[in-house]
């Protein structure tokens, strides 16, 4: 028998491209369908019980009460520490061994297997129950860092912004089509068949992803010589060194990972706002989200054609003033539905474009190195690290005032530290590919 890598099929780089590509339109499928669309709606009807005429939607978790939204973004928190914990030891493993895809498999078919086990999701048993929502978001949230990691690999520098973008835009898509298909079941044949849409989100993602599993490069295996975990952690100590000095990328990491603390929030908790502070059926909030995923795949290449004009960083710091912006329309003014689809499609066309350039941007930061799973490993833990305090201080800030229009005043905050960081960035690295 063979090296099995050896019997790898070899595929052009744009056939790689292409494979890279489809885990963004597989796994986009559990960020809008659990994250943004279905479960929230799912999970606050299912949580919420009347007693005497009075609704309640505080619930009961290992024997203490919560709002079930202060919950939701606690278990979600929770789920990302988990996420910051291994990621770094992991890619610092992955590039030693040269084990990013097998890495990136586990956490697929964790996600994956999650999003199934929400079909069983029973608000008398909520501590099993929040456990698949737990294990899918590590699944989720743990392979964009190994998925991310591929791209200096298989796409020059100039076409990195791009290659992102179209990235966004393909899971914007892909994520649409499933979402379509989900509720044409629940619509057509009734609200039973509900559950059956975290099944199909499970089924689509390591579906779809069979592909990229195909398509993307393996690099032989370096021999285990001592303790692996060590060698990873050797890895890291390695990138801290290569950062030691470099203002430049110290300072975008650093805006980066303020400004998630905001966008990744308002990503998890924009739906559950619109449930419970705008009183928007389900309907309403459907179309919303639809508006949001379509707006978007314009929006990832209108940024990146400008950041071509003017730069990545000057984009982004215009981006990130509007984003505060729509925090301060969202607290003063979104009160009924037409202003909270204003507020929509203002940050769908965001959306996609801040994300794929803020990837591109670290991309192109990085020095020469194969090394790309221990770099990708800092921005993957700065971006989670912020959505667990985003998600904290959300959930505190609902619990301690009974209103999630409170927790905006949080996010307008991190916004304003974010554009103070961008802007202290030295002006010559905003012009030309920066």
Known sequence: MGNPQSLRKAYSKKAVQK??????????????VITT???????????????????SDVVDFL???????????????????IVIVASPLLSGMADYLGRKLFFLKCFCYIGATGCIGLFWFDPQHLEWSMSALFMANIGAWGSL???????????????????????????????????????????????????????????WWAGWAQVTFRRMPVKAKKK?????????????????????????????????????????????????????????ASDELILAILLIQLIAIPGAFLFSWLSKKWGNVTVLLIATTL????????????????????AAGIVGFMMGGTQSLNRSTYTKMLPDTEDTASYFSFYEVLEKLGVVIGMFSWGYIEGLTGSMRSS???????????????????RQSRVAAL
């Not at 494979?19 to 960020?31: C, I, P, V």
């Not at 966004?168 to 044949?189: E, Q, T």
């Not at 307008?412 to 030295?426: H, N, T």
Request: neutral net charge; glycine residues 10%; charged residues 15%.
């Open 145 to 203: 860092g190994f998925y991310n990691a591929f791209l200096p690999e298989i796409a020059e520098r100039e076409e990195q912004d791009l290659l992102s973008a179209k990235g966004y835009s393909w899971g914007f898509a892909g994520a649409v089509i499933l979402l379509l298909m989900c509720l044409g079941l629940i619509m057509g044949v009734g609200d039973h068949l509900t559950r059956w849409a975290f099944v199909g989100v499970g089924i």
């Open 224 to 280: 285990p010589t001592g303790n692996i975990l060590f060698k990873g952690f050797q890895e890291l100590r390695g990138v801290a060194r290569d950062l030691k000095g470099k203002t430049r990328i110290i300072r975008y990491l650093l805006s980066f990972f303020v400004m998630s603390m905001a966008i990744q929030t308002i990503m998890l908790m924009a739906s559950s706002f619109g449930i419970k502070e705008v009183k928007l």
């Open 408 to 426: 905006i005043l949080a996010l307008i905050g991190f916004f304003a530290v974010a554009m103070i960081l961008l802007a202290s960035i030295p």
């Open 37 to 55: 669309a279905i479960f929230p709606l799912f999970y606050t009807a299912i949580t919420t019980t009347e007693r005497n005429g009075i609704e």
């Open 63 to 81: 024997g203490k009460t919560f709002i079930n939204t202060q919950l939701y973004s606690y278990i979600i928190a929770a789920s990302f520490l």
């Open 323 to 342: 984003w505060a912006g729509v925090c301060l329309f969202a607290y003063f003014l979104v009160n009924g539905s037409s202003m909270f689809f204003v």
């Open 19 to 32: 494979g890279w590509l489809m885990y963004d339109w597989a796994n986009s499928a559990y960020f809008l």
